[in-house]
């Protein structure tokens, strides 16, 4: 049976905010997974608050205070003018946090086979000691670090097809030879870091791996990409767990991104990463939504992504749509 986490409170950050990162991107998405073809093969879990020590796992004690803390009458810019909290931005954030932690416990206890975490706001710019990029706490970050504390796990690798580099995500791990971090992106582009030359420090270094891609690059690109490099990277560190920093955002229709990719193969890089998880760590994946700014195309990538989980995509959906 494959998660989906939601929570009403995912629908309220930046209520009432015009923001790109829009409560409309939570609605459209639980709209879909609620009526799609697969919905009786879903269980929907609602969130549960991070506690605070998951939080600081990976974010300074003080960053963390100050966000808990702060008081927000209407809206507080937190980064740039691009990170914004609103009235209830702090309790969706603990809930995002929290999220990814009990998706990761439910799926390495075996209670469900795989989750997607319908989460707001997204996580994989937070670095940790500042909000940046719409982000405010890195959800992937903090259930990574759970399975790798509490978890009791030695290999986690995190996968992130968003197209923006994920720069906080790299940077917490950039050290640490338990978490392989891969992420293709489009490059140069926002936020400026994922050069294919960053490839860890210490004793982390081999266990970063950023493939660029150029404005403009397909599906062919990206399943080019995952066949010969993603996919050995991955059998090679052989995993124990895999985290999924799903953005849509490199779909033709996004309107932050140049990526040319259509809904389908969003399932294609869903199956291959299946098939790793299988040959490695018992099909164990938890899936995160990171960006994806046009609601049509981010519910079908969501829908197409999702059946994958569950169904392994035998389900038709109206993928391929944009040949
Ligand atoms: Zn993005």
Request: aromatic share 8%.
């Amino acid at each position: 049976m494959t998660g989906v986490i939601y929570h009403e409170l995912f629908g309220k950050h930046l209520e009432g905010y015009q923001h790109v990162e829009s409560p409309g991107r939570y609605a459209a998405v639980m709209e879909r997974l609620r009526n799609c073809g697969v919905t009786e093969h879903l269980s929907f879990v609602e969130a549960q608050p991070a506690r605070p020590e998951w939080i600081e796992a990976v974010h300074d004690h003080d960053f963390v205070n100050g966000i808990l803390s702060m008081e927000v009458d209407s809206s507080v810019v937190l980064d740039w003018g691009d990170t914004v909290a609103t009235k209830f931005t702090q309790q969706a954030a603990i809930l995002s946090a929290g999220a990814g932690v009990q998706a990761a416990e439910k799926v390495l206890n075996g209670e469900l086979d795989s989750v997607f975490c319908a989460v707001r706001p997204p996580g994989h710019h937070a670095e940790r000691d500042r909000a940046m990029g719409f982000c405010i706490f890195n959800n992937i970050a903090i259930a990574a670090a759970w399975l790798l504390g509490e978890g009791g796990l030695g290999r986690v690798a995190i996968v992130d097809w968003d197209i923006h580099h994920g720069n906080g995500t790299e940077r917490i791990f950039i050290e640490d030879d338990r978490l392989l971090y891969i992420s293709l992106h489009q490059y140069p582009h926002y936020p400026g870091t994922g050069h294919e030359n960053t490839t860890g420090i210490g004793k982390g270094d081999g266990f970063t791996l950023n493939i660029p891609v150029g404005v403009g690059s397909g599906d062919a690109m990206y399943l080019n990409k995952f066949d010969n490099v993603v996919v050995p990277a991955l059998d090679k560190f052989e995993p124990e767990f895999i985290l999924i920093s799903a953005g849509f955002d490199g779909h033709s229709d996004d309107p932050l991104s140049g990526g040319l990719l259509t809904s389908g193969v969003f399932g294609e890089m869903t199956r291959r990463l299946m098939d790793v998880a299988d040959r490695h760590c018992g099909g164990k994946i938890v899936s995160l939504m990171e960006g994806g700014y046009n609601l049509d195309a981010l519910a079908d990538s969501i829908e197409v992504h999702v059946t994958t989980l569950a169904v392994g995509g035998s389900i038709n959906t109206d993928s391929g749509r944009k040949e």
